[in-house]
């Protein structure tokens, strides 16, 4: 009785919704959807191939979530939308313009080939190249039965050959550049030869037998002298913007792209790497300019069709699809009645000049990349190159396109008081608390950017510099790569009583002296202060807070350990201390009221070990940096270049344990300020990753 009641209901209600809903809606819906999803997949390749490539050096939350949605809708509607059209393809008598819908379908296969500025959103995506060739293979066989089943000997028939080409090229582009960027090819490809070295059997066996004539043998062995020159040929057209950063990052990205590949430097290029950059003549800035060509290069050969597309074969596949499509609108043009152009003709009309205005801007992205203008930078001056360049230079300004806007030059930042105090307002929060979604955004809240300075970037170059000199051996590589403060204190005869903070685990440290270094900051950053005093304060606030960041949101990059614990457990106990002093909104308050809390008897013996919470820990280190002043007869300005120095010191220790793979990552996120240190440090010979070689030496026989 139950089960029939059910059912009944169940039956009223399908017919009620067959009642709401007209047959007519159904009707312009069945019409609509195709062409509706066509329309779409147009535009989802416009917007990817306008902003795809932007995320490079644009750090905006709202782009990459734009690009991530309209990557996975562009793959996903287009699918779709050959479905449908395979489906109508069963019965094409149905629809009048049928012939005409079925263009539609190589276009389609022309959109899952995807813009040139983006292959993969991710650096996994490349991982799926093999799902990619089996979609091309189903796909095109869909579009290869849409087109058949559409034949009826027009000669509107042939147009769909060039589309289908240009698809085939496009999607066949995309599926190779994703095998080259996935993991095991990547490092396939920058592995050299096997080198089995000098004959050692051949060797032995003259040795052997000179020795059996009578010849007393003795070894000699000559060492190969180390090329140090890194040169390419000259660069012939200084007029070039950024010529000689390009020339450099050119050649040096052939050496160090293993290094994403968690592979090992020779002993050669670690020396020529180290000499070059460790000449005076090479400033701070066209170091950093340097990596910045690099690390583009990286995102390009990970994230785009790069790699394919600046090759001479990709050149070639460049003017057949754009050949293919401009062929197939000029036929098309001609053999529709132009007099009666209804819906679907417009529809087919726009995808045509979509394509053809996609092929000109990925030709216009091509010329304005480095690739090509590091090309024109070894070509000597002459008319043609200058027409070139004019007009490439032209395009830049017309489209906002530029060869050195390579990273956003932008280091996040976040404050644990500021994340406690809850002191920026959120919109909606009840409502977003209601529906349990406040608690998963509530970091990224409290999250903002602030611009890398130059004096830090001076101030990472020299120290890193000046360190670089006792880089001579994997040994000292590895002393200089775990120094993270201890140095810079060790140093100091009147730091020793602060060493105790360096030497707890990585994420405890860091914690410590985020706190400390905000203590400090309220009580010292005032009217009073000296211009110098001022910039390293700001300076080691924003690292403090820039390396918070790393912990909190990106804590992969940093050595292993229970930072979100500690993270969790301090911001508890400040939460607890604000609870009890409602009166307190701004930070220089909170930053007084911990400071005046007794921290005579340490925490630890009065909490124990339960809560990881390291907030009067960090008071009393704060305490020690204060006393510097007042004991130690310190002035603000050696306490805050101490302080900065510290902080540098901890960003090259975490740069330094951050795996290649991770920092190829956060390219495509605008760039980290903590990859381009890491980089830096191998570029000055501190770094793990290289091994002395024995294999330069030749041996020779001589006989007495």
Known sequence: MLLDAVSSLIHSMETNLNDIIPDLTKVVWSILELRLLVIISFFLQLFLILFGNRRKYIADTRLHISVWLSYLSADWIATVALGILSKDSKNPSVDPNFIIMAIWAPFLLVHLGGPDTITAYSIEDNELWLRHLLGLTYQLAVAVYVVYCSWNGSNLNYVTFPIMVAGIIKYGERTWSLWLGSSKKFRESILPPADPGPNYAKFMDDYTAKKAEGYQVELKVESTPLLLDHSQGAIANESIQDASSLHNGFYFFTIFECLFADLILSFQDHHTSQNFFQQEKISWNETFQVIEVELGLMYDKLYTKAVVTYSRLGIFLKFVTFFCTLSAFVTFSCLIDKAHIDFDRLITLLLFAGAIFLEIYSVIVLLSSSWTLHWLSKHKTNWKVDILHKSISCFQRCFKLSHTQRWSNLMPQFNLISFCLKDKPVKCIKIQKFFRIYQVFEKSYYQYTETVPGELKKLIFEQLREKSQKANDTEACKALCAQRGDRVLQ??????????????????????????????????????????????????????????????????????????????????????????????????????????????????????????????????????????????????????????????????????QCRGLHHAKQLRRGGELITHVWLLMAHLGITEQFQISQGHARAKLILN
């Open 491 to 656: 140093e100091q005869e009147d730091c020793h009583d602060m060493a105790w903070s360096t030497k707890v685990e990585f994420d405890q440290s860091l914690l410590l002296w985020h706190i400390a270094t905000d203590l400090c900051y309220y009580s010292d950053v005032n009217a009073n202060s000296s211009c110098a005093v001022i910039q390293d304060c700001q300076i080691s606030k924003l690292l403090s807070n820039y390396m918070l960041y790393l912990l909190v949101m990106c804590p992969f990059m940093l050595p292993n350990g229970i930072g979100h614990i500690r993270f969790e457990d301090t911001c508890a106990e400040a939460s607890e201390v604000l609870q009890e002093r409602k009166y307190i909104s701004k930070r220089e308050q909170v930053c007084q009221v911990i400071l005046r809390v007794n921290t005579d008897v340490p925490p630890s013996k009065v909490k124990g070990d339960r809560s990881k919470s390291v907030l009067f820990d960090a008071r009393r280190l704060a305490k020690s940096l204060e006393s510097l002043e007042k004991d130690k007869k310190w002035s603000k300005k050696e306490k805050w270049e101490m302080i900065s120095h510290v902080w540098v010191e901890m960003l090259c220790h975490a740069a330094s």
